[in-house]
Structures are given as structure tokens and as C-alpha cells.
């Protein structure tokens, strides 16, 4: 079997328009992900009462579930009742009319909510106890104190792992494939399709993700030190 580079060449050139889509299905996931994540943790870290426990069961449980998993269950659910209940709440739909990438964004959405939640925990348990006490002293209430110190203390903290989690959503966005959605990983296969040089297509995408998880890393480290600098300076 004969290496073809300039079929990796030619790859990389059809895989690069489907970029933006990869990157849509990441970031969207990332912001939902996170949002819910953050709940979680704001539950968990207050310990309030029943919804504590059911969010700490609820994260082991989808902790230990592959993420192919959690989306072919989701499809299943989602294709065998959406009609029924698209009929109940008198919407227009149909299963048909949904995007399939929606699909996968609920699937990376709950994956990022798992990551994300465990990151801002322990982020929380980061910040002192004494600003909790100044904050109490200062008259704040508990979303105030939420808002103005835990969150803004945490962040910093918690950032590298949002950029990690961002990483692996980008990779894992790779499970759009299974219901016909082309982003990189499918339109690298798609392109091999017509002369079965999976391994040169495969190569290709790795490059993108390789390109994309670079200039990422590149960005968010920038980010790092203005986190860094403004802490600096916060203090003095």
C-alpha cells in the first residue's frame, strides 16, 4: 500500500469549511454545559437540601456512562417520542424537522455539565473562608456573595479546565457523524469513501483537530496571564 500525501493534501482542503460547524456544536455545548455545570456545583457547594443529593447521584451516574452512549440514548428517546409529545404541546413539529446536531449538542452539553461541575466544586473549595465571613460581615446576601466573590475568585481557577473540557468537546463532537451530521471527522471519511484511504483522511483530520487544539491552547494561555495580571493588581 502506497502512502499518498497529496491525498492528506486534498483532505485537509475539503475538511476545512466543515471547521465552523465542529466549532459551533463545541462552544454551544461549552456555554450550556457550563451554565448547568455551574448550577450543579452551586447546589452541591451549598449543600441545599434534596437537590444536593440528587445532582450528586445524577453526576455519578452520567460520570460513568460513555458519551456514545448517552447520545444513542438520547436519539432513541428523542425519535421514538418527539412526535407524541411535539402533538401534546400543539407544536408544529415533527422528528424530521430537527437539526441532528442538536442532538449532539444535548449529548456534549450533558458531557460539559459533568466536567464542568466537578471543576467549579472544586474551584469553590479553592476560595478562603474569610471571604465568605467578610462578605457576611459587609451585609451581602448569598447571590451577592455569589456573584461578587465566589464566582470572581473561582473563575480564574476553574479556567484551564473549561479550556480542557473546550478540547474535548471539539473531539467529541465527532459523534454528530452517527446521525449524518458532517463536521470534520465525518467529512474526512466521506472524502475516503471513493478510494479507501481511511488512513491518509484520517491523518488529515488529526492535523485540524491538532491545528485547532494549538491555537486554543495559544489563546487561552494569553488568557491566563490577563487573569493573572488583574488578580496581581486586585491585591496590590
Known amino acids: 500500500m502506497t502512502f499518498d500525501f497529496g491525498f492528506i493534501l486534498q483532505v485537509v482542503l ?28 452551586l447546589a452541591r457547594f451549598y449543600q441545599v437540601p434534596g437537590l444536593s443529593q440528587v445532582m450528586t447521584v445524577m453526576i455519578t451516574v452520567l460520570k460513568g456512562v460513555p458519551l456514545v452512549l448517552v447520545f444513542l440514548v438520547i436519539f432513541l428517546i428523542t425519535s421514538q417520542n418527539f412526535n407524541n409529545v411535539a402533538k401534546i404541546l400543539g407544536l408544529h413539529l415533527q422528528y424530521g424537522d430537527l437539526p441532528m446536531s442538536l442532538l449532539a449538542i444535548i449529548g456534549l452539553s450533558l458531557m460539559a455539565m459533568v466536567g464542568l461541575s466537578e ?3 472544586g474551584a469553590f473549595e479553592s476560595v478562603k473562608l474569610v471571604q465568605f465571613d467578610a462578605a457576611r460581615s459587609l451585609g451581602m446576601t448569598t447571590g451577592q456573595t455569589i456573584r461578587r ?32 451530521v458532517v463536521e470534520i471527522f465525518s467529512a474526512a471519511t466521506q472524502a475516503a469513501s471513493s478510494n479507501y484511504k481511511y488512513f491518509e483522511a484520517y491523518i488529515a483530520a488529526a492535523i485540524i483537530y491538532w491545528a485547532m487544539t494549538i491555537l486554543i491552547e495559544r489563546g487561552a494561555h494569553w488568557v491566563e496571564l490577563q487573569l493573572a495580571k488583574k488578580m496581581e493588581r486586585a491585591i496590590s
Open 14 to 41: 475539503k475538511i476545512i469549511p466543515y471547521v465552523p460547524v465542529t466549532l459551533y456544536m463545541a462552544v454551544v455545548s461549552l456555554i450550556i454545559g457550563g451554565a448547568l455545570g455551574l448550577l450543579v456545583a
Open 119 to 121: 471543576a467549579f466544586r
Open 149 to 180: 466573590v465566589l464566582v470572581p475568585q473561582a473563575f480564574p481557577v476553574a479556567f484551564p479546565m473549561i479550556v480542557n473540557m473546550l478540547i474535548n468537546l471539539i473531539k467529541g463532537t465527532a459523534i454528530a457523524s452517527l446521525v449524518s
